[in-house]
Antibody, heavy 120, light 111 residues
């Protein structure tokens, strides 16, 4: 079964760091563009970052550039999001998602998300 | 960034009725290959978004044929030919023609 499972969320103070993980099963993560998307409860989703780990390509939203780093480990079939210098406005549910091949980057598989709360 | 604008904000329908959601983009979503990089998602309560329609008009695997997507360029529409109780949730359009990928504000569909 094709599946994504996120972990690593929690409650931190402003300025602290967290590392999120996204474990893929049923497919090879490195063969796809993989995304991080976040959503503040009650609001619409917001794209955060993406990676094509086989080629080492990464892209970030301006709001997280320089603070967040996306990476992949093909041996563990896992994607990571290292989040540094966290701000209150980074509070959200963080989802990982797979961009479909041949689907114009449509996000065809999503994890259930992990909650990140940044509060003092 | 490309701005995605959805209407209406909410929709209350009777089972069996048709429903239509509009999505407009601030720039053309036609990619260099001629396809419209516009997708539709449904987010049911407590769940992540699920893909319904990709490349403007293609139903994702397992999506009932009562869902259809039309449009090109900057104007797109999602139609549900006969709403069922399981279709409640928030519908989002998303452009994937360039990063940052951007979503519409959502349309809440209630029965």
């Amino acid at each position: 079964e094709v599946q994504l499972v996120e972990s690593g969320g929690g409650v931190v103070q402003p300025g602290e760091s967290l590392r999120l993980s996204c474990v893929a099963s049923g497919f090879s993560l490195g063969s796809y563009w993989m995304q991080w998307v976040r959503q503040v409860p009650g609001q619409g989703p917001m794209w955060v970052s993406r990676i094509q780990s086989a080629g080492g390509y990464t892209t970030y939203a301006d709001s997280v550039k320089g603070r967040f780093t996306v990476s992949g480990d093909s041996a563990k079939n896992t994607m990571y999001l290292q989040m540094n210098s966290l701000r209150v406005e980074d509070t959200a549910v963080y989802y990982c998602a797979r961009a479909a091949v041949g689907g114009g980057d449509a996000l065809d598989v999503w994890g259930r998300g992990t909650m990140v709360t940044v509060a003092s | 960034d490309i701005v995605m604008t959805q209407s209406p904000l909410s929709l209350s329908v009777t089972p069996g009725e048709a429903a239509s959601i509009s999505c407009r983009s601030s720039e053309s979503l036609v990619y260099s290959n001629g396809y419209n990089y516009l997708d539709w998602y449904l987010q049911k309560p407590g769940q992540p978004p699920q893909l319904l329609i990709y490349l403007g008009s293609n139903r994702a695997s397992g999506v009932p044929d009562r869902f259809s997507g039309t449009g090109s360029g900057t104007d797109f529409t999602l139609k549900i030919s006969g709403v069922e109780a399981e279709d409640v949730g928030v519908y989002y359009c998303m452009q994937a023609v360039e990063t940052p990928l951007t979503f519409g504000g959502g349309t809440k569909v209630e029965i």
